[in-house]
């Protein structure tokens, strides 16, 4: 709740998801269970929850595995109508190996499938606030460093 006489502050919700890869460069993209939209996988940070942590879980959890996540790529300030303000976290899952991908299951029912995509195809089987974030995740996993956006999009541009 607001106090009167101090202004409001944003209130953000937080999201965070891994962005892993197969041994050909391909972008891991899941389908919900839930949702119609693919996504990659991860999910909201809970209370008391790091993103980082929060990533890991949900992998866990959607997946059934448990491969090292590493640093992180992208922070996206991207409100919604739907949402209110958010800011989502990519991780970098690294490649998962063919012993990896054959333990994947769906251990919550939470997701139905999963499939590798092109870098430069995502726009074709996902939104596109989240194929611009996946794009600079990839980005700055090949240069090394993070990126931070706003609404899929690098600032300073």
């Known amino acids: 709740m607001d106090e009167p006489g101090v ?15 197969d041994e050909d460069g391909r972008v891991m993209i899941v389908q919900p269970s839930y949702k119609p939209q693919r996504d990659i ?9 790091t993103p980082y942590e929060a990533c890991v879980r949900e992998v866990g959890e959607e997946l059934g595995i448990q491969p090292p996540i590493g640093r992180l790529l992208v922070a996206d300030w991207a409100p919604s109508v ?36 092109p870098v430069d195809e995502v726009d074709e089987v996902v939104s596109e606030r989240l194929a611009l974030r996946v794009k600079a995740a990839a980005a700055a996993r090949e240069l090394g460093g993070s990126t931070y956006l706003e609404y899929g999009r690098a600032v300073p541009g």
Not at 10 to 20: E, M, P
Not at 42 to 47: F, K, L, T
Not at 82 to 103: N, Q, T, W
């Open 7 to 21: 202004p409001p502050v944003a209130r953000a919700r937080a999201a965070a998801g891994a962005l892993f890869f």
């Open 82 to 117: 739907k949402y209110g303000d958010l800011i989502l976290f990519v991780f970098d899952g690294g490649v998962l190996g063919a012993d990896v991908l054959e333990r994947i299951f769906f251990s919550d029912n939470e997701l139905t499938s999963f499939a590798f995509h």
């Open 41 to 49: 996988p991860g999910g909201v940070v809970e209370p008391g929850e």
